[in-house]
T-cell receptor, first 115, second 114 residues
């Protein structure tokens, strides 16, 4: 199993450009998540999808949109990138056997710079 | 909303010394608590988790943490540091009512000196 994969690994954008970050998991997990990681702030939840067909806002959703394409894939879109969105983005997934099965499995991250 | 505070953004220990990384949480309901480790240029890996069973939780790589409700703490310890423990460590909390909403601390970078 590859686990959680993310593409691309690195990206540089100019202010105002758009792009989509891709995430896929092959563990048959129900829930998927997008986080951003900034120095001194830990990880902050952008959006999540508790199950296929549903998405919900997290702590910092402004400026982002998401799509849960199917059970495996969960994409994050920046419609008009801003320098404040320079960050490392992590995708994660979680199986939903019970509330106690709440370990999240993380991808390797996408390092995004907006100039 | 729940939150966590990690005391100390950087901790340095000598190889073989005790590792103690501090985490305090805030939650209006009994929480789930986690410690994750991040090695350079990698994603996060779960070290251990507390889900209301035993208050002393053992994890991978010799780490353990104790849930203390009276102190609202979940400190991470390891009796003897190894060079390979050098990494960034994150404490996280989720709400039992909505455990999709996980909140992370700012992280503690552990340095291990030879």
């Amino acid at each position: 199993n590859a686990g959680v994969t993310q593409t691309p690994k690195f990206q540089v954008l100019k202010t105002g450009q758009s792009m989509t970050l891709q995430c896929a998991q092959d563990m048959n997990h129900n829930s998927m998540y997008w986080y951003r990681q900034d120095p001194g702030m830990g990880l902050r939840l952008i959006y999540y999808s508790a199950s296929e067909g549903t998405t919900d806002k997290g702590e910092v959703p402004n400026g982002y949109n998401v799509s849960r394409l199917n059970k495996r894939e969960f994409s994050l879109r920046l419609e008009s990138a801003a320098p404040s969105q320079t960050s490392v983005y992590f995708c994660a997934s979680r199986v939903l056997r019970s509330k106690r099965d709440n370990e999240q499995f993380f991808g390797p991250g996408t390092r995004l710079t907006v100039l | 909303a729940q939150s966590v505070t990690q005391l100390g953004s950087h901790v340095s220990v000598s190889e073989g010394a005790l590792v103690l990384l501090r985490c305090n949480y805030s939650s209006s309901v009994p929480p789930y608590l986690f410690w994750y480790v991040q090695y350079p240029n990698q994603g996060l890996q779960l070290l251990l988790k507390y889900t209301s069973a035993a208050t002393l939780v053992k994890g991978i790589n010799g780490f353990e943490a104790e849930f203390k409700k009276s102190e609202t703490s979940f400190h991470l310890t390891k009796p003897s540091a190894h060079m390979s423990d050098a990494a960034e460590y994150f404490c996280a909390v989720s709400d039992r009512r909505n455990n999709n909403d996980m909140r992370f601390g700012a992280g503690t970078r552990l340095t291990v000196k030879p």
